[in-house]
């Protein structure tokens, strides 16, 4: 079928596309109605069935592949390195999922997992999702705050952790921030289950602190059967930025979700069961929850989990890494390739890659020179998709399972089976026409595997993502695009005060108020400068209660320390920015808004545009002053 009948059919009768895609995953009791979207813009999927994550990815596989290889990890920082079958993964969850119930947890708890990347993460997630409790994975290279925000809004009733992780050689301790983000979080965990890799300090709050090894040694033959979930029933949560510094639970469901990652590893992905798939996310992303834990297992596939950079302990180890588990498909982030790019590829070749199949490359603009440098080198298909945290798998991309499609340079792709995109005009809403720039829409419903709604909070869901045209209805992804006349769409930057730092997305109110914490500090405003290789770096402009500090060169830069240490111990090294710049005032318009585009605009060298509003224009020249002397710091 051609991509665009694909395309139309999965709109135009969206019940029986889904019906067929819901084929590919197991239901434990058939679902009554495919779609129950009488309360839009909230979309039910597969109401009245039951299934579970769990058994679609592991359990359902025993019977033809218990023995092929399930998790494949890899930590390239440690050099430790272990496989599990199918068998072994099974085991070792229903190991987890007792100690789980051990601790209390019931169907419907949340339990937060604030780990590296190690087997015993994967454990715990597919644990909860045995259980029916709710997951909430935050990213290891969060801090306290950032933790404690998140404990406090997921209330959960036990965190998995671990001692530490490591990092391009330096251990990165977890418990230290673990238990500070606990003191400030309103809410208190019953436990926190420990996983201790001899790595960093392990302190123990009696009573509260559980050790894993000695537990799971208790519960080695456990047996734990799969709890039966409604369809709907959430899955987990997973907290990403927005405009305001308070973070968004998205939540996702079971079924949609397990039917939307089996579709797309058949049409996007073309994996193929007993195959390997390494996708280099974090499990504290979106991509690690959908392509490193859940979607290769459902396809029968064995995941590689990998913990360590492209460059550590040297910059072939990727391709080292694909050599030696026979990788087929691979899926990175266009940071991390512009980062081997700088090195050789001769690094690249030194390996022998032939079993790949298809690199994706997702989270970020994929810029030409990265896509033409990396399609040479390995000489297979490198494939653009863009989605966010609340799509769960993507929006545009292409779909070779349906019908081979040359891709475009700078494009993404096509709408995706399912998406509904419009691109519509931010003043008028109205559509634009090929070649016009509009903000990229979806109209609802959304289909299977998208948030659900923010955790605890409908009508932030429905204010937040469809409430941004008056007198319609759309899900908006906060993106501007441009579609050619082929259909091909372009994604050129984001319509909010969100900014995407090597893929990582971070709003940059939640580092203003880091900042404003530190009491040095009166009024500060962060932007996203372009930046050649991470594609954004977040860059601070502070206003200095004591103006007299930014003159004293020694003062300026312990402030500049002090400052970036602040946000290193709030929200983690990943919020860092790139620069603080000292100024004596902040440009604003004459209501007291702060012009972040104008200044966004003076750092990146372009024209600010309109300046009328702007209430004392001789701000201006003072960041221009402010930026001349290490303009070139920020591009580096
Ligand atoms: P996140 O939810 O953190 O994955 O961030 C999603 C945002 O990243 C999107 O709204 C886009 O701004 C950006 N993004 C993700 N994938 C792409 C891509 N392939 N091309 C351009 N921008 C992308």
Request: aromatic share 10%; charged share 20%; net charge negative.
């Given at each position: 079928m051609k991509l665009q009948d694909f395309h139309a059919w999965s709109i135009n009768d969206r019940e029986g596309f889904w019906r067929e895609q819901a084929t590919l995953i197991h239901w434990h009791k058939p679902f009554e109605r495919v779609l129950d979207d009488t309360r839009p813009p909230f979309a039910r999927w597969f109401v009245g069935g039951e299934t579970n994550l769990c058994y679609n990815a592991i359990d359902r596989h025993l019977p033809a592949r218990a023995d092929q290889p399930a998790l494949i990890w890899e930590s390239t920082e440690t050099g430790q390195a272990r496989t599990c079958s199918f068998r072994e993964l099974h085991r070792e969850v229903m190991r987890m999922a007792a100690i789980m119930q051990s601790l209390g947890v019931r169907r419907g708890d949340r339990v937060v997992i604030y780990m590296p990347m190690i087997p015993e993460a994967v454990f715990a997630m597919y644990a909860c999702a045995r259980i029916g409790a709710v997951h909430s994975v935050v990213f290891g290279g969060f801090a306290a705050h950032s933790l404690a925000s998140r404990i406090e809004d997921a209330a959960p009733r036990l965190v998995v952790s671990a001692d530490g992780g490591s990092r391009g050689g330096k251990v990165v301790p977890y418990k230290a921030a673990l238990d500070e983000a606990i003191a400030r979080s309103a809410h208190k965990p019953a436990h926190v289950l420990l996983v201790d890799r001899g790595l960093a300090p392990l302190p123990r709050v009696p009573g509260r602190d559980v050790d894993y090894a000695t537990l799971r040694e208790g519960l080695l033959d456990a047996e734990v059967p799969v709890t039966w979930l409604e369809s709907n029933s959430p899955a987990y949560t997973l907290y990403t930025s927005g405009t305001t510094g308070r973070p968004k639970g998205v939540q996702r469901d079971v079924g949609g979700y397990a039917v939307a990652l089996a579709a797309s590893m058949k049409y996007i992905y073309c994996g193929?069961?007993?195959?390997?798939?390494?996708?280099?996310?974090?499990?504290?992303?979106?991509?690690?929850?959908?392509?490193?834990?859940?979607?290769?297992?459902?396809?029968?596939?064995?995941?590689?989990?990998?913990?360590?950079?492209p460059v550590h302990p040297h910059a072939g180890i990727l391709w080292e890494l694909v050599e030696r588990h026979r990788v087929s498909l691979m899926f990175s982030a266009p940071t991390a390739i512009r980062i081997l790019r700088k090195h050789d590829h001769a690094l690249l070749r030194r390996h022998d890659t032939s079993s790949l199949r298809t690199l994706?490359?997702?989270?970020?603009?994929?810029?030409?020179?990265?896509?033409?440098?990396?399609?040479?080198?390995?000489?297979?298909?490198?494939?653009?998709?863009?989605?966010?945290?609340?799509?769960?798998?993507?929006?545009?991309?292409?779909?070779?399972?349906?019908?081979?499609?040359?891709?475009?340079?700078?494009?993404?792709?096509?709408?995706?089976?399912?998406?509904?995109?419009?691109?519509?005009?931010?003043?008028?809403?109205?559509?634009?026409?090929?070649g016009e720039k509009g903000v990229v829409t979806i109209r609802p419903p959304l289909p299977p595997g998208c948030l659900q709604t923010?955790?605890?909070?409908?009508?932030?869901?429905v204010s937040t993502y469809f409430g941004n045209f008056p007198d319609q209805l759309v899900y908006s992804t906060f993106d501007w695009g441009i579609r050619d006349a082929d259909g091909y769409t372009?994604?050129?930057?984001?319509?909010?005060?969100?900014?995407?730092?090597?893929?990582?997305?971070?709003?940059?109110?939640?580092?203003?108020?880091?900042?404003?914490?530190?009491?040095?500090?009166?009024?500060?405003?962060?932007?996203?400068?372009?930046?050649?290789l991470k594609g954004q770096v977040a860059v601070a402009f502070v206003v200095l209660r004591d103006a007299s500090l930014a003159l004293r060169a020694d003062a300026r830069q312990a402030l500049e320390q002090a400052l970036l240490a602040t946000v290193d111990r709030g929200l983690g090294a990943v919020a860092r920015p790139a620069r603080i710049v000292p100024v004596p005032a902040l440009p604003k318009t004459r209501s007291g808004k702060i012009l972040r585009r104008t200044i966004q605009a003076l750092c990146e060298g372009r024209d600010p545009g309109d300046l009328s509003t702007i209430e004392d224009p001789a701000v201006l020249e003072a960041i221009r002053g402010a930026l001349a002397p290490a303009d070139k710091a920020v591009q580096a």
């Open positions: 193929k069961a007993g195959e390997t798939f390494f996708s280099g996310s974090d499990i504290g992303w979106v991509v690690g929850h959908s392509y490193v834990v859940y979607a290769p297992l459902l396809a029968g596939m064995a995941t590689l989990l990998h913990e360590g950079t994706f490359l997702a989270g970020e603009p994929l810029d030409e020179p990265t896509a033409r440098w990396i399609t040479e080198g390995l000489g297979v298909p490198v494939i653009d998709n863009y989605w966010q945290t609340e799509t769960g798998w993507p929006i545009l991309s292409v779909a070779h399972g349906v019908e081979p499609t040359p891709t475009r340079l700078g494009s993404p792709g096509m709408p995706m089976y399912g998406y509904d995109v419009r691109l519509l005009d931010i003043e008028t809403g109205r559509e634009v026409g090929p923010l955790w605890g909070d409908d009508a932030r869901f372009f994604i050129l930057g984001r319509t909010d005060d969100v900014i995407n730092v090597a893929g990582h997305r971070l709003g940059t109110r939640e580092i203003e108020e880091a900042l404003i914490g530190h009491p040095a500090v009166a009024e500060c405003s962060v932007v996203g400068v372009a930046d050649a």
